[in-house]
């Protein structure tokens, strides 16, 4: 079974809800005019983009985004989805997006005076809290008197979180800040709390490890993940729980244990903290039936 909703938010502000459950691979094409920005994001499975007559492909992978822009030329939707594949797209006008830009223009590169008006393309990771906007977008199940008010604010959060560039947990910022030796130690003691994340090790234990002095290894950390070790392994969790209770396979319970947290009520309010939600009302909220 394969569906495609078309919300128009606003003027020149349009959401697609691209949906695969079949077989078979499913096409769908539609006219974008130039000066339009496109948003999308792989929720699940793969989807490829086809241009010039199928000449050229860019593939859209899960828990991934693109972003497409070209001033000078139509950017006409030509979708290719997988089986089982969700895909979720933004399309927003240059001249609404930079409105909500306007004071930061610099902030947005493409939407700095030298590259307003060139071509754009990049490829990024879906964060954990756009992941939540993402599910929820699929999992509407709302009244219908309030469906357009509803999208249009999950529209402009998805637009703010993608450009929230230092949620991302493995985002390496600033690798150049500390010598190359430093770096590789740093990225080892990323490595052991993840294998470790339900019972990480100490600060100091963890930098005896990898051969860090404690305030090495703790500027160290920040400069190139912008966050603090612990703080970098709360998001990791909470984005691996989210994952778990997305597969249908686990309660609540079981999820917490599986990160590393005895008590129920702890997960509970870890999860809450991160998300602005319980684990269960996110479960209700992309399963209503559970």
């Known amino acids: 079974m394969s569906s495609q909703d078309i919300i128009t938010i606003e003027d020149d502000f349009t959401l697609l809800r691209f949906q695969n459950d079949g077989d078979e691979v499913y096409f769908t094409q539609r006219e974008v ?8 994001f792989g929720l699940k499975g793969k989807a490829k983009f086809l241009f010039n007559q199928g000449n050229y492909a860019l593939d859209l992978k899960e828990e991934k985004s693109l972003l497409l822009y070209n001033p000078q030329k139509e950017l006409p939707l030509n979708l290719e989805i ?3 594949s969700w895909v979720i797209s933004v399309i927003i006008s240059i001249q609404k997006f ?19 008006d060139k071509k754009y393309y990049k490829e990024g990771d879906i964060s954990p809290s756009m992941a939540i906007v993402l599910s929820q977008l699929f999992h509407y ?9 509803y999208y249009k604010g999950k529209g402009y959060e998805l637009l703010s979180l993608y450009f929230n560039r230092t949620e991302d ?7 150049f ?3 190359e030796e430093n770096v590789l130690k740093i990225k080892k003691a990323k490595e052991i709390i993840l294998a470790n994340m339900a019972e990480p090790p100490g600060l100091q234990e963890l930098a005896d490890e990898v051969g860090l002095t404690l305030k090495k290894l703790k500027m160290g950390f920040k400069q190139i993940y912008g966050d603090t070790v612990y703080g970098f392994l709360f998001d990791y969790k909470m984005d691996s ?4 209770l997305d597969s249908g396979s686990y309660n609540v319970n079981e999820v917490g244990l599986k990160i590393g947290y ?3 009520s702890h997960f509970i309010a870890a999860f809450k903290k991160k998300f602005g939600t319980t684990p269960k009302k996110y479960l209700m909220s992309i399963n209503p039936n559970t």
């Open 33 to 40: 005019k130039s000066g339009l920005i496109q948003f999308h």
């Open 82 to 84: 997988a089986p089982n």
């Open 98 to 116: 930079h409105n909500l830009f306007s004071s930061e223009a610099n902030y947005i590169t493409f939407l700095s005076e030298d590259n307003r």
């Open 141 to 149: 199940n709302l009244h219908p008197s309030i469906k357009n008010l």
């Open 169 to 175: 947990p493995n985002a390496e910022q600033c690798p």
């Open 177 to 179: 800040l500390i010598d």
């Open 241 to 244: 729980a989210r994952k778990l």
């Open 262 to 264: 005895s008590t129920g």
